[in-house]
């Protein structure tokens, strides 16, 4: 009889431990989706906790905590969305996995921003603003935090829909919003938010157009070769020359200008030298490398994953340099403001905001990066590092042909752009390849035009999704920054 019940008290007990065990992964399924905004929120907690020892005591100091915790979020946005544009195409290639994306850029985009990030940035962001239309400090202040808000908030909206958006744009357009609120329309400098609107064709369509035509150069010059392995020993070395080449130069001119000054020609100079020095050492890797390699194309991707690799990491590494301190430009004017009680076009980035947006990229990376990674590395079109290559290598050479004849560019509209390039020129060769193919085969046997005009290799869905983002970026940000303006203003 006690065996009986010793039993049925141990099925009892197993019973209650599986309900429990079952009830402990139900709170694992609920709370893994909370844990990242946890994270984020804790971050921007610690942003304005940094700023309230700074500035706790200070005249306007719960102003600037407050522009503390929004910087912290906008560059926990730029990491989740602008961030992609440099290692999606490494990981949409299957050159580099998630995690080792994320670790280089959170790297690379850290000490871009401490190392050679801009010292000085201006507060009415690129001149769109005339400073002398604002009326005093507390307005401006209450504009660069409007901007900053709409910002960000625009940023985080385009993340959560899936559109890779450019970050500058967005600042752009928050900063013309609170301005036009703030002094009228007549504040703003039509001539420059003109060559700002330009930009939304002149980068997308100059990335692509770079990145296609490298894409051919590799067809013709490597891929449809008889000896594709002689071919690639021959131009490979020639390729990582050009793309040592451009990103030396875009370091020089970008990435540098807190270390020191270099003009175009000097840059240009460097990047010869780099690219002669990178064709000397790629030489006999290739050789190495591309021994024993069977004669096909597939064989050709492990001679382009390491460039590939390295050239994600300068990109990210140029990125954290040129486009965080425009990021936390409003942060730093309202620093400024606060502190000195006056404003000024220009202002010195201090070294706690340039942290707080460097750790801030890096989180919003780690913790929402991922759906843009793979959304510009694999959801676009689809990228072997042949492809991937093309892109990165025109990201650098559209920035330097765009700095040389003075064209306004965003670096996401350039990168997203060549993705869209490499994937048009595809299909176009593909349609072209059979074609002539077709009309080689008997009528019964050829594809019909239907099912040609079905075979894309280029997501419109996407294509018409992120184009509308783009459009739509500088006036959204500008419509909600001023109804932040106005919002602000009334309870102060």
Same mark, same amino acid.
């Given at each position: 009889?006690?065996?009986?019940?010793?039993?049925?008290?141990?099925? +009892?007990?197993?019973?209650?431990?599986?309900?429990?065990?079952?009830?402990?992964?139900?709170?694992?399924?609920?709370?893994?989706?909370?844990?990242?905004?946890?994270?984020?929120?804790?971050?921007? $907690?610690?942003?304005?906790?940094?700023?309230?020892?700074?500035?706790?005591?200070?005249?306007?100091?719960?102003?600037?905590?407050?522009?503390?915790?929004?910087?912290?979020?906008?560059?926990?946005?730029?990491?989740?969305?602008?961030?992609?544009?440099?290692?999606?195409?490494?990981?949409?290639?299957?050159?580099?996995?998630?995690?080792?994306?994320?670790?280089? +850029?959170?790297?690379?985009?850290?000490?871009?921003?401490?190392?050679?990030?801009?010292? =000085?940035?201006?507060?009415?962001?690129?001149?769109?603003?005339?400073?002398?239309?604002?009326?005093?400090?507390?307005?401006?202040?209450?504009?660069?935090? +409007?901007?900053?808000?709409?910002?960000? !908030?625009?940023?985080?909206?385009?993340?959560? &829909?899936?559109?890779?958006?450019?970050?500058?744009?967005?600042?752009?357009?928050?900063?013309?919003?609170?301005?036009?609120?703030?002094?009228?329309?007549?504040?703003?400098?039509?001539?420059?938010?003109?060559?700002?609107?330009?930009? /939304? $064709? @002149?980068? #997308? =369509?100059?990335?692509?157009? @770079?990145?296609?035509?490298?894409?051919?150069?590799?067809?013709?010059? %490597?891929?449809?070769?008889?000896?594709?392995?002689?071919?690639?020993?021959?131009? &490979?070395?020639?390729?990582?020359? &050009? !793309?040592?080449?451009?990103?030396?130069?875009?370091?020089? &001119?970008?990435?540098?200008?807190?270390?020191?000054?270099?003009?175009?020609?000097?840059?240009?100079?460097?990047?010869?030298?780099?690219?002669?020095?990178?064709?000397?050492?790629? $030489?006999?890797?290739?050789?190495?490398?591309?021994?024993?390699?069977?004669?096909?194309?597939?064989?050709?991707?492990?001679?382009?994953?390491?460039?590939?690799? %390295?050239?994600?990491?300068?990109?990210?590494?140029?990125?954290?340099?040129?486009?965080?301190?425009?990021?936390?430009?409003?942060?730093?004017?309202?620093?400024?403001?606060?502190?000195?009680?006056?404003?000024?076009?220009?202002?010195?980035?201090?070294?706690? =905001?340039?942290?707080?947006?460097?750790?801030?990229?890096?989180?919003?990376?780690?913790?929402?990066?991922?759906?843009?990674?793979?959304? =510009?590395?694999?959801?676009?079109?689809?990228?072997?590092?042949?492809?991937?290559?093309?892109?990165?290598?025109?990201?650098? %050479?559209? *920035?330097?042909?765009?700095? /040389?004849?003075?064209? #306004?560019?965003?670096?996401?509209?350039?990168?997203?752009?060549?993705?869209?390039? *490499?994937?048009?020129?595809?299909?176009?060769?593909?349609?072209?390849?059979?074609?002539?193919?077709?009309?080689?085969?008997?009528?019964?046997?050829?594809?019909?035009?239907?099912?040609?005009?079905?075979?894309?290799?280029?997501?419109?869905?996407?294509?018409?999704?992120?184009?509308?983002? /783009?459009? %739509?970026? $500088?006036?959204?940000?500008?419509?909600?920054? +001023?109804? @932040?303006?106005?919002?602000?203003?009334?309870?102060?």
């Amino acid at each position: 009889m006690s065996n009986t019940n010793n039993k049925n008290r141990w099925q +009892a007990l197993d019973s209650d431990l599986h309900r429990i065990s079952r009830l402990e992964h139900a709170n694992v399924h609920v709370a893994r989706p909370l844990l990242a905004p946890g994270i984020a929120l804790a971050f921007i $907690v610690i942003a304005g906790l940094i700023a309230a020892i700074l500035f706790g005591r200070a005249d306007g100091g719960l102003i600037v905590i407050a522009a503390a915790g929004f910087g912290a979020y906008m560059a926990i946005n730029i990491g989740a969305n602008d961030v992609a544009n440099n290692m999606g195409p490494a990981v949409g290639a299957n050159a580099l996995t998630m995690g080792g994306a994320i670790a280089i +850029a959170a790297v690379a985009e850290s000490a871009g921003a401490l190392l050679a990030g801009g010292d =000085v940035v201006s507060t009415i962001s690129k001149g769109i603003i005339d400073p002398a239309s604002v009326q005093n400090s507390s307005v401006f202040i209450w504009a660069m935090m +409007a901007a900053l808000i709409s910002s960000a !908030m625009w940023v985080n909206l385009a993340t959560w &829909v899936g559109a890779p958006v450019s970050t500058t744009h967005s600042v752009v357009g928050g900063v013309m919003g609170a301005g036009i609120a703030a002094a009228g329309l007549s504040a703003v400098s039509w001539g420059t938010m003109s060559a700002i609107a330009a930009s /939304w $064709v @002149i980068s #997308p =369509v100059l990335g692509g157009a @770079i990145a296609a035509g490298f894409l051919a150069l590799i067809k013709a010059k %490597i891929q449809y070769q008889d000896d594709k392995i002689a071919a690639a020993r021959r131009w &490979v070395p020639i390729l990582v020359a &050009v !793309m040592a080449g451009a990103f030396a130069t875009y370091l020089s &001119v970008k990435g540098l200008k807190r270390i020191v000054k270099i003009d175009l020609e000097i840059a240009l100079l460097i990047g010869l030298t780099s690219g002669i020095l990178a064709w000397a050492v790629t $030489v006999p890797w290739v050789r190495r490398k591309s021994e024993g390699l069977e004669n096909r194309t597939k064989s050709l991707k492990v001679l382009f994953g390491l460039p590939l690799v %390295i050239s994600a990491g300068f990109l990210s590494f140029a990125h954290g340099a040129n486009d965080v301190a425009n990021a936390v430009g409003p942060l730093a004017a309202i620093a400024h403001a606060a502190e000195f009680g006056d404003f000024a076009s220009k202002v010195t980035i201090p070294t706690w =905001v340039m942290v707080i947006g460097a750790f801030g990229i890096s989180f919003g990376l780690f913790l929402f990066g991922p759906k843009l990674v793979r959304m =510009v590395g694999s959801q676009i079109t689809k990228l072997n590092p042949m492809r991937a290559f093309c892109v990165a290598l025109s990201a650098a %050479i559209t *920035v330097i042909v765009a700095s /040389w004849l003075g064209l #306004p560019v965003s670096s996401t509209h350039i990168a997203v752009g060549a993705v869209f390039g *490499v994937g048009f020129y595809r299909e176009w060769n593909q349609d072209r390849r059979r074609k002539q193919s077709n009309d080689r085969r008997p009528p019964e046997l050829r594809l019909a035009r239907e099912e040609q005009r079905r075979r894309k290799l280029v997501r419109r869905s996407h294509f018409m999704t992120i184009i509308a983002a /783009w459009v %739509i970026t $500088v006036p959204a940000a500008a419509t909600m920054s +001023a109804v @932040i303006f106005w919002i602000l203003t009334a309870f102060t």
